[in-house]
Each structure stands twice: as structure tokens, then as C-alpha cells.
């Protein structure tokens, strides 16, 4: 019953929102996964990103006091950070497969520091900010850009919504791209396709971080 529930919200996912699905951790096996590879692949992260371009999002956490740069494990917080190492950081929860919640806090991959597991809390992770920000409060330390300069470890913000984490184009025409995101309780960290279309039309800005390079 779960796997055909799954296929039935994949198949409305595609229709209704336009999405390019992607691999995630777990996909379903069997015969309810072939009927899906005409479509799209059956796992989480089509669910998540039905979940993700929902006008109803779900609130997001507290957000933690400010603090100012620090070092904690051969880690500068709140300082610059190259692209490559916020993509690592993102994959060490994506790996992990941290759990999405608005309460708890994970540890970054070097244990220097915790955070929490929304989606904010994800992206203020992987790029090393010294608190856990929201969807609010994120564009005070980036920048906004052209669709066509989005570069891998740079964000695509709905503030009040939702963030997800640009990891880098999926085609020659950047039409369509990958992105990270802990998505929601149904579906924790996801990683799959978007098209730029539909990410504009649903409210969504392209930004990146002010001290990325």
C-alpha cells in the first residue's frame, strides 16, 4: 500500500508541478516501480519536492541568537568558504540522511558545530553560519542573482517557505538543475531535479552567499 500511495503522489507530482524527478535514497522495488519508470522514478524526494513548492509550507524553527565568527574544529564559522566545501558539508547530511525537524540539531561533518534540521538549518550548515538561520532571515547574508549565475553552493530562497541548495546544472541550456534540500518529515534530506520554470513561478529567488567563493 505504501508503494503504490508513493506512486500515486510521484504521478501527481510530475503532473501538477511540472518537477524533473531525480534519485533519492530509496527508491521502491517490485512491480509498482516499473509501471513508475515510464513517468518518473518512485522515492522521496518527488514527494518532497511536491512538499517543497507547497503554498502551505510547514513553519520553520526558532532561529538561534547571532554570534560572530568563530573556529571550532580547524572550522571558521561565519567566515569565507569555497563552493566545494559547502557541497561536501551538504552531502555529509544527505549521506546521512539526517532526519528533517524544526526542533533538533545535527552535527556538521567536522562536529564543530550543530544545527538545526529544517531547511534553513540545512543550507546555514552547509555554509558554515555561525547560527541557524530561517527563510526570513537568510537573505541578510546573501545576495541576490541572475538565474543564469547560479554556480554549485549557491541557493534558490522562497522566504517563508522553503531554501533549497543549488548543487549544479542538469542540462547545456540551464534550463533545469539539482539541488540538495532537507525536505520535510516524510522524506528528510533530498537531492533531485528542478526546472527553472516552475521554481520562478513558484516564488522561488536565486541567491548566493556573501562570502562563498
Known amino acids: 500500500m505504501r508503494s503504490v500511495r508513493k506512486l500515486l503522489l510521484v504521478l501527481a507530482a510530475v503532473v ?11 527508491g521502491v522495488t517490485g512491480p509498482a516501480a516499473e509501471q513508475a519508470q515510464v513517468v518518473a522514478q518512485v522515492d522521496d524526494s518527488d514527494i518532497a519536492a511536491a512538499d517543497a513548492f507547497d503554498d502551505e509550507a510547514s ?4 532561529e538561534e541568537p547571532s554570534a560572530k565568527a568563530f573556529t571550532a574544529a580547524k572550522v571558521r564559522y561565519g567566515g569565507t568558504i569555497t563552493r566545494a566545501t559547502v557541497l561536501k558539508r551538504a552531502k555529509f547530511w544527505y549521506d546521512k540522511n539526517v532526519p528533517y525537524s524544526q526542533s533538533a540539531y545535527a552535527w556538521d561533518v567536522n562536529h564543530g558545530k550543530k544545527y538545526r534540521t529544517d531547511c534553513s538549518g540545512f543550507v546555514s550548515m552547509s555554509w558554515a553560519l555561525t547560527s541557524s538561520r530561517t527563510t526570513r532571515t537568510l537573505g541578510a547574508v546573501s545576495t541576490k542573482i541572475a538565474w543564469k549565475s547560479l554556480k554549485p553552493g549557491d541557493i534558490v530562497l522562497r522566504a517563508g517557505h522553503h531554501v533549497q541548495l543549488f548543487e549544479k546544472w ?5 534550463t533545469v538543475f539539482w539541488i540538495y534540500e532537507e525536505g520535510s518529515t516524510r522524506s528528510d534530506m533530498n537531492h533531485y531535479k528542478v526546472s527553472v520554470s516552475k521554481s520562478k513561478s513558484s516564488g522561488f529567488v536565486p541567491r548566493r552567499y556573501k562570502k562563498i567563493k
Open 170 to 174: 542538469a542540462n547545456k541550456s540551464h
Open 59 to 62: 513553519p520553520e524553527g526558532v
Open 16 to 26: 501538477g508541478f511540472g518537477l524533473v524527478a531525480g534519485p533519492a535514497h530509496a
